[in-house]
């Protein structure tokens, strides 16, 4: 999901007001992301006081933390980018029960839990970091392309009966040679 996507999803009004937008884009434009990301917003137990946006960049993942309202200073953020070698994220865990699932995964200490349609855009954002992290780029399926693009809501409608277009093919990363013997 974009970063504009998330305003709509805030779980408080405060949260993503255009006054904390405006203090959000400079910082991920300083490292390196484009103004309207895709990220995912980690929430937290407080969203009205602060929270935490995720976004992949080229070279690494920003992390910037948010700080809704500053008394007499307004919003505060503050971020920093982790080169991709240094990425730390766990297991990707799916559980299905009952026409329901659920999932969990972890990257940079912030456990994302979610389930049914929250959980295909974690598992989204996930497969995204695990490519960037490999050096290569994400091949999304059209089914899942239309997951993220509706905040994972899409799997929930009725598909049409047409024949679905392949995935975008992205070229293999280039084999470094052996190494040879000594």
């Given at each position: 999901m974009r970063l504009s996507d998330?305003?709509?999803?805030?779980?408080?009004?405060?949260?993503?007001?255009?006054?904390?937008?405006a203090v959000i884009e400079p910082v991920l434009a300083a490292l390196g992301s484009e103004t309207d990301p895709a990220c995912w917003v980690a929430w937290g137990d407080d969203p009205a006081i602060r929270y935490m946006v995720l976004v992949p960049t080229l070279v690494g993942l920003a992390e910037v933390h948010v700080r809704v309202n500053v008394p007499q200073e307004g919003p505060r953020v503050s971020g920093k980018l982790v080169r991709w070698n240094r990425v730390q994220v766990g297991e990707l865990a799916i559980e299905m029960a009952s026409g329901h699932r659920l999932l969990t995964f972890q990257v940079e200490s912030q456990v994302l839990r979610g389930s049914d349609a929250d959980a295909d855009g974690i598992a989204a954002f996930a497969l995204e970091l695990f490519a960037a992290i490999d050096g290569r780029s994400m091949v999304i399926a059209p089914a899942a392309r239309k997951t993220i693009a509706a905040g994972g809501r899409a799997g929930r409608e009725k598909k049409p009966a047409t024949k679905p277009a392949m995935p975008r093919r992205v070229p293999a990363m280039p084999q470094l040679p052996a190494p040879k013997g000594r």
């Open positions: 998330w305003r709509g999803r805030s779980p408080h009004k405060d949260a993503m007001t255009p006054k904390v937008v």
